[in-house]
Structure formats: C-alpha cells, structure tokens
C-alpha cells in the first residue's frame, strides 16, 4: 500500500502523529493550511517548515490521493476531470459552471459532482458506473481530494458540491462522512454544510442516518420512476426499498430538516417519460414539499435508452409546473463530454484492458 495522504488527515490526527515525532502541535495547522487553502503542489513547497520536518512527511505520506490524468470540456463549459488512483483505478469528477437560468444572471456559483467509489453494486439500468460491477469504495483522500484537485485545475473556487458522480454516496457512508468532515472543517476546505448535496438511490437506513446528523446537508433522491412498476424496471434498489418504504423515510427526513429535498429523474425515451409519470410525480413531490430536477438521459455506450426529445422533456416538465411544483429541466449541461457517470472513467479502463468491454445491454 502506498503511504497515506495528507488529503485523507484530521487536525487532531496529524496533530498526533506530530506529537509522535517531537514536533510542536502547532505546525498541523501550517501543513493543513499549506494543503486546503495555499493548495501546494508539492511538500518541499511549504517554506515555512523547518526542512527536517518536511523530510519527515516526504518519509511518511503523499500530499495527495490522486493523479489527473486527463480533462474533457473547456473553462466556460461543463468540465469533466479523470483522476488515477494508486491501483491504477479511475475515478472522476465533473464541475458544472454557474447557471444564469436557474441561479440568476450575477451568479457566479460553481457546482462539482463528486465520486465515492470506483465502479458500483447498485447496478441502476441507465448508469454508466456499475457496468464494469463494484470494484472498490474510495477513501476520505480520494473524496475530499477531488474537491482540491478541481480547485487547483480550474483556478476557481468550488462553492457548492454534490456527492452523485460514481458510486452509490451511502453504500460507503462511515468514509463519505470522514470525507465531508475535512471538507466542512475549518482546517479544510471549510464549506459550509448547506453546500453540499449527498445524492442517494433510496438507501433508507442511512436517510434515517443522515437525518440525524447534525450538519445542515443536503439531500437528494434519484427517483427516476413515479411507480414501483415502473422504477422496478431501471432502479434494482427499489426491489428492496420500495417507493412505500422510500418515501416513509423521507417523511422522517422532512420531520428532522428544513431543507426542501430534490428529487432526480433522469428522463428516459419509453421508459419513464410518460406525462402520467409526470402527474404521478408531481403528487409525489407536492407531498414531500421536494423540488424536481429533471435530466433527459445522456447516452452511454453499451447501453440502448434514449434521450427524449426536448419537446417531450418539456411537456414533463410543464405538467409538474402547473401542478405547482417547482422543477427544473437540464438540457444543455456536459452532453457532448461522456457526460454520464462513469462513462469517462470506463472508456479509459477498458482502453488500458483493466476491464473487459461491457455488453450492449438494456
């Protein structure tokens, strides 16, 4: 195993492997603050420790969990960032620029989609994550360091994060939750908790979970079907979490939060496009006081959906605005950069023969 990264250390733990070594607790915040907040590219660069001190952390750990090997997009477009691991596994984060649609013509907001695991056991129909099957969960480094490394790529400040990128968020909670502990901490990248989104296929224990948590976290719920006869057919979760059972938790969600809940529901052609999904939806979402985004399906390869037309994403669209809900329709974001999750992160693994190519499948 590689030695650890800096990305992956609290406060209180470097602060006592410091303690270990004779070194004064002080110097963590130095080293901390040299990693999150002057993002040093290396641990010669941090000028302010004595140099036996930085040839004790060369010895000891790596300044970060991960490599970039290769950006999709442009600076004023959706970009999407391929990252090595140190098993030579793939991971990837996508960050979406502000949107004067939906967050106002002044909005300079930054969102990045952030993965938990390499691969995926969920097995969701339409994703491009768990085609190659569930490989590993990602350490807190390999989180928290993809927030870092975006910041560091694109020279701008994330403000706003949403854990829905590879994997499934909560089937790798105890890390994920290391994870946004470094990021939310002062010592860290120090976001506030309203800013982060946690993006779940319908794992009710830990809805129950986070819902106790006492950080103000987002949450959303990638839904994707109105019915149980229907999300059956893409959503393999619902077979042991029904729709009853999800929206239960997610009663008990709102009973322990403020805030308003978003349900996803990628738009599939003949699949759950219906407009009686659309009505169904909107009961749904009006019970739960949840907003909807709705993200016509982006095309995988080794998969047969198809994206709707937009006249069809919009009539969608319109049925749950006219029932009063508030619903945001996705149509021009990351198209045309293997936008879907995974799909960058699979290409390059299956070019490199890690993994076989998957089967066209649906």
């Not at 490989?135 to 927030?147: C, D, H, K, M, Y």
């Not at 794992?203 to 719920?221: D, M, S, W």
């Not at 016509?296 to 047969?304: C, F, H, I, K």
């Amino acid at each position: 195993m590689p030695s650890p990264a800096l990305t992956g250390l609290t406060p209180d733990a470097l602060a006592a492997w410091l303690k270990e070594r004779g070194e004064p607790s002080f110097r963590a915040a130095q080293i901390l603050d040299w990693v999150w907040k002057k993002k040093a590219l290396s641990i010669d660069d941090m000028s302010n420790l004595p140099a036996v001190l930085r040839e004790k952390l060369e010895a000891s750990f790596r300044l970060s969990a991960l490599e970039h090997t290769h950006t999709q997009g442009s600076e004023d477009t959706t970009r999407k960032f391929l990252f090595r691991l140190h098993d030579h596994r793939y991971v990837e984060s996508v960050l979406i620029p502000a949107n004067p649609a939906l967050y106002g013509e002044k909005s300079d907001r930054r969102t990045l989609c952030v993965s938990s695991q390499v691969g995926c056991a969920y097995g969701c129909r339409f994703c491009a994550s768990g085609l190659a099957g569930f490989t590993r969960n990602l350490e807190p480094s390999e989180i928290a360091g993809q927030v870092l490394a975006a910041e560091q790529l694109s020279g701008e400040r994330v403000d706003n994060l949403v854990f829905m990128g590879m994997g499934e968020p909560f089937a790798n909670f105890d890390n994920l939750m290391a994870a946004i502990e470094l990021i939310t901490g002062e010592k860290g990248l120090h976001l506030g908790a309203r800013h982060l989104t946690i993006s779940t296929s319908g794992l009710v224990p830990q809805i129950q979970q986070l819902a106790e948590h006492p950080q103000q976290i987002r949450l959303a719920i990638s839904l994707h079907g109105a019915t149980d006869e229907v999300r059956d057919q893409i959503m393999p979760v619902n077979r042991k979490w029904n729709t009853a059972k999800l929206f239960e938790a997610l009663d008990y969600w709102n009973s322990r939060k403020k805030q308003h809940l978003t349900l996803e529901y990628i738009l599939i052609e003949g699949v759950n496009d219906m407009l009686e999904q659309a009505r169904i939806l909107a009961g749904h979402a009006r019970s739960l006081k949840a907003k909807v985004n709705l993200i016509p399906y982006n095309t995988v390869d080794g998969l047969d959906w198809k994206r709707p037309s937009e006249d069809q994403c919009r009539a969608f669209r319109d049925i749950l605005k006219n029932a009063g809900v508030s619903a945001t329709l996705r149509l021009e974001k990351g198209h045309d950069i293997d936008a879907a999750c995974g799909q960058l992160r699979l290409k390059q693994e299956t070019e490199e023969g890690i993994i076989a190519p998957a089967p066209s499948k649906r």
